[in-house]
């Protein structure tokens, strides 16, 4: 199923030439974009406070774009010592929140390597389609995803070649997440 999605998603580029160089855009910039409500979901039980006030600004930031909502799946429930248990545990959180209408991204290392200006093309892509109600970011626990997840997510992203910490993901992501709804609006942020 998620192989059939990721190829029905169509990543295009536009290049505009402003003051001699050539910048990437979004398909969308410019255009009405449905603002989804944006969930994102981690994995953990307390948060750095230095995470948490970067996190608490930019989704101050994204409010007038779309509502943001930052979700908390606690780590390893069962207190296993086991990988796997606490894969399986993990994404049972995952699993009991995420809708049926969700467009759901699972951040994961071995995911899309998507720019910025692709990313405003998937939040575009998710807000024009009809049958979405919210748009889900997925950031896994220390041994990531189940196979449930994986199944179900519609997309799947790296945000780094190199593997992130959890709290580093999420802080890469909110500020990618204001990114792209600057650049679908066409403003200044990303150059």
Request: charged share 25%; aromatic share 6%.
């Amino acid at each position: 199923m998620s192989i059939c999605i990721m190829n029905a998603f169509n990543i295009k580029n536009t290049q505009v030439p402003i003051s001699g160089a050539k910048i990437r855009g979004s398909k969308y910039t410019g255009q009405s974009v449905k603002p989804l409500p944006i969930h994102i979901l981690t994995v953990g039980k307390t948060r750095s406070p230095g995470v948490q006030l970067i996190v608490k600004d930019y989704i101050e930031k994204l409010k007038p774009y779309c509502p943001v909502y930052d979700v908390r799946i606690r780590s390893n429930p069962k207190n296993s010592t086991e990988a796997r248990v606490q894969i399986e545990n993990e994404e049972k959180g995952f699993m009991n929140f995420i809708k049926s209408d969700d467009w759901v991204v699972m951040l994961d290392e071995n995911g899309m390597d998507l720019r910025s200006e692709e990313m405003a093309d998937m939040i575009g892509d998710a807000g024009n389609k009809a049958s979405s109600s919210r748009l889900v970011f997925c950031i896994g626990g220390a041994y990531g995803h189940g196979m449930k997840l994986r199944d179900r997510a519609n997309l799947k992203v790296k945000l780094s070649s190199l593997v992130l910490n959890h709290e580093i993901a999420l802080v890469v992501l909110v500020e990618q997440l204001y990114r792209a709804w600057t650049i679908l609006k066409g403003q200044k942020y990303h150059h």
